[in-house]
């Protein structure tokens, strides 16, 4: 299987797919050294993210090992992560670097 998407840091709930990913078709990613898939349960745009996981309604979205976000509805496993369903969470940067 050829690799096409891309999980920054094991506690991620979602990858970067790097290619288009239709539908039905496998999105693949490697984590720890192994090859994992799962199937596109929608068709995904290049540079966009899938969840990993079920992701309940007001979930942590999780990227780069860091939270970028809150689920504004749920969203299954294989679907498309977009602006349509999650939303982002302010950060306070001063407090971050003390």
């Known amino acids: 299987m050829k690799i096409n998407a891309l999980l920054m840091d ?3 709930n979602v990858v970067t797919c790097v290619v ?4 039905g078709e496998q999105i693949v990613y490697q984590m720890n050294g192994q090859v994992y898939a799962l199937t596109a349960e929608e068709d995904i745009p290049y540079c966009h993210k899938a969840a990993l996981q079920y992701l309940t309604q007001g979930a942590e979205v999780r990227k780069y090992g860091e939270l970028i976000g809150h689920t504004s509805t749920s969203i299954l496993k294989g679907h498309w992560v977009s602006h349509e369903n ?3 969470v302010p950060r ?3 407090k971050e670097f003390i």
């Not at 288009?20 to 539908?23: H, L, M, N």
């Open 10 to 12: 094991s506690k991620d």
């Open 20 to 23: 288009p990913v239709a539908k």
């Open 92 to 94: 306070d940067y001063d």
């Open 86 to 88: 999650i939303f982002s």
